[in-house]
């Protein structure tokens, strides 16, 4: 397994941009798929964006398509999430997950395996 920590949350006005990224631990990085998902208060987590093992194919929900560009470095071992045009109804807790399983669609269906703590991420209207 990888452990996962996000940075890059805050405060930001609606119609602004935030950059989240993911540092991860563990050798084997390059082979895993990386997702983010989001959880706002009172609201079941939901997925984001994910990114295959080589950077080749993302993935993204209808609520941020267009808005958010997902990417990764796996020469320093971190995913980040480019957010613009950021709304009130983007507030919510940030998480980066992370899964060794090759078929990033299956993992997106059936479930991350490693999951960071989580960054707040709060946009005012």
């Known amino acids: 397994q990888v452990q996962l920590v996000e940075s890059g949350g805050g405060l930001v006005q609606a119609g602004g941009s935030l950059r989240l990224s993911c540092a991860a631990s563990?050798?084997?990085?390059?082979?895993?798929?990386m997702g983010w998902f989001r959880q706002a208060p009172g609201k079941e987590r939901e997925f984001v964006a994910a990114?295959?093992?080589?950077?080749?194919?993302?993935y993204y929900a209808d609520s941020v398509k267009g808005r958010c560009t997902i990417s990764r470095d796996n020469a320093k071992n971190t995913v980040s999430l480019q957010m613009n045009s950021l709304q009130p109804e983007d507030t919510a807790v940030y998480y980066c997950?992370?899964?060794?399983?090759?078929?990033?669609?299956?993992?997106?269906?059936?479930?991350?395996?490693?999951w960071g703590q989580g960054t707040q991420v709060t946009v005012s209207s």
């Open positions: 997950a992370a899964d060794p399983r090759t078929d990033t669609i299956v993992v997106i269906t059936t479930g991350f395996g490693s």
């Open positions: 563990g050798r084997t990085f390059s082979s895993y798929a």
């Open positions: 990114i295959s093992w080589s950077g080749g194919r993302t």
